[in-house]
């Protein structure tokens, strides 16, 4: 393993901290007591010897003198204890810096796994925390955290060749169906137009479902997106105010994300009715007037095929716009939110996206 520095290894090391000190503290009791003992017993021998020595002497001078020396070996004592508990106190703050540097190098090889899973992303599942040393629990623990990087490697490789496959084997028979109805029925047949009316909306459900696997997927590669721009070129009508933010992540998706909302506010709109979409660093808001939608509702209408009341269940969308709206922010490392809008004010919806920016960039 690569070295890791100790400035690393000591930033929020909060365990590290936990070891050093219940290290310090557990030395400091125990010498404490060793030290409480041994005074106890010095004093206690001490006290004995004289008094024996006292009740066997007959010269008065001898008892004072037994008596100086006790008050001179007490005064020792005294001294002895404030100085050996100083050097304790002293010793205890060293066994502290001893644990600190014993827990740092414990914790190095976890400190090393954390930072080589943080770099780990979807285009970088190979890569292993790879242990080496003896065989003991942190390399348990290391091959532990590898067999799970096998699994979740395995997993995506199926998730992007099912969406490959589902993107060419769905779309391919619906495009062979809508050829033949376009060629095999005449004009003015009224099947012709119901058969081609479903077949555009089935394409538009596997587009839409596509859409938010990919989204749910994560991004695999990141470019600087003016957000401003992005939203000016699928709404020539926004407002966009100077200084609008750069995104990091996907024109594609972002460019995604503001024409769902668009035709959202559009389609779920009343006749007559206002759109109104804004721009400010990196918060997008969409605001329309519509049927009124039930606070208790607005949530669920985030999830994939939800509708709230009002909304009409056979219309030409799949239920999917919201939904790939939020997918899309929270791949950005965004959210999404929204709040309805009471009647006295037009009803509707207020969906504002807040992304994360990297630099302001002025808008021309």
């Known amino acids: 393993m690569s070295p890791v520095p100790d400035g690393y290894l000591g930033a929020g090391s909060t365990i590290r901290t936990r070891i050093a000190l219940v290290y310090g503290g557990v030395f400091l009791i125990l010498g404490a007591v060793l030290l409480l003992v041994v005074n106890l017993l010095v004093r ?203 995104v990091r992540g996907s024109r594609v998706l972002l460019a995604q994300l503001v024409r769902n909302l668009v035709a959202n506010a559009v389609a779920y709109n009343v006749p007559g009715g206002v759109v109104d979409v804004r721009v400010e660093g990196g918060v997008l808001t969409v605001t329309n007037t519509g049927p009124v939608v039930p606070a208790d509702e607005v949530d669920g209408l985030f999830e994939p095929f939800r509708r709230g009341e009002g909304r009409d269940r056979t219309g030409p969308g799949a239920g999917l716009g919201l939904s790939i709206v939020r997918s899309v922010a929270a791949a950005h490392g965004g959210s999404v939110r929204a709040v309805a809008r009471g009647a006295e004010e037009g009803g509707g919806l207020v969906v504002t996206v807040t992304l994360p920016v990297t630099v302001t960039s002025p808008v021309s």
């Open 44 to 246: 206690a021998g001490t006290d004995g010897e004289a008094d024996a020595i006292v009740a066997r002497a007959d010269d008065i001078a001898v008892v004072e003198a037994y008596r100086l020396g006790d008050d001179i070996s007490r005064a020792a004592g005294e001294q002895m204890l404030m100085w050996s508990s100083l050097a304790l106190i002293a010793i205890t703050c060293c066994a502290v810096v001893v644990g600190w540097w014993t827990a740092g190098r414990v914790l190095r090889p976890v400190h090393e796994m954390t930072a080589r899973a943080r770099r780990l992303s979807e285009r970088t599942l190979h890569d292993r925390i790879a242990v080496s040393g003896p065989d003991d629990e942190l390399k348990e623990l290391g091959d532990t955290i590898d067999a799970l990087l096998g699994r979740l490697e395995t997993a995506f490789d199926s998730q992007r060749r099912f969406i490959a496959n589902a993107s060419h084997e769905l779309r391919t028979p619906l495009a062979t169906q809508r050829a033949a109805i376009q060629i095999g029925l005449d004009d003015d047949c009224e099947v012709r137009q119901v058969l081609l009316d479903a077949n555009r909306r089935s394409e538009r459900l596997i587009d839409g479902l596509l859409l938010l696997a990919r989204g749910e997927r994560g991004l695999a590669e990141r470019e600087d997106v003016p957000l401003g721009e992005v939203v000016q070129e699928e709404y020539g009508a926004a407002t966009v105010v100077p200084g609008g933010g750069v």
